[in-house]
């Protein structure tokens, strides 16, 4: 983002925030977080496939061939499936390695938020004749 250090030393010199703001092309509010004792050199966000990497990896490693979309519906992920994919790509080959299909559990034993898996009952259905 913005060379924090630069605008300590800036602010050291004497000049005033407005100041630096202008010359640095950032936001005055920018150079103030930056001024706080304590704070990083560089800025950091937190991407939201390192929040989701657990959850993937627990999901992986019960079901290692398991799509991403069904992922996606079983950690109620909201973000692009881009990331998600990509996250699941690289999860994936650990996984893979350490599963034996010993350990599997059923499907049904799958929980997640409001949407679990059971057993669904249908009626029957009959069809009439059917002439070609």
Known sequence: MHDR???RLLHGEGESIRGIAREQKASRNAVRRAL???ARDHYYRPSVS?????????VLADY???????IAVL???????????DLVAKLRPQSVASWSAVET???GAIRAGVLSTSTIRCGT??????KL
């Open 105 to 107: 559990m059923p499907i």
């Open 5 to 7: 250090p630069a605008f």
């Open 36 to 38: 706080v004792p304590g």
């Open 125 to 130: 259905m009959t069809l009439g004749e059917l």
């Open 75 to 85: 950690i109620d992920w909201r973000h692009s499936r881009r990331t998600l994919s």
């Open 50 to 58: 390192e929040d989701a990497e657990p959850a993937v990896r627990e």
């Open 64 to 70: 290692p061939q398991m799509v991403v979309a069904d």
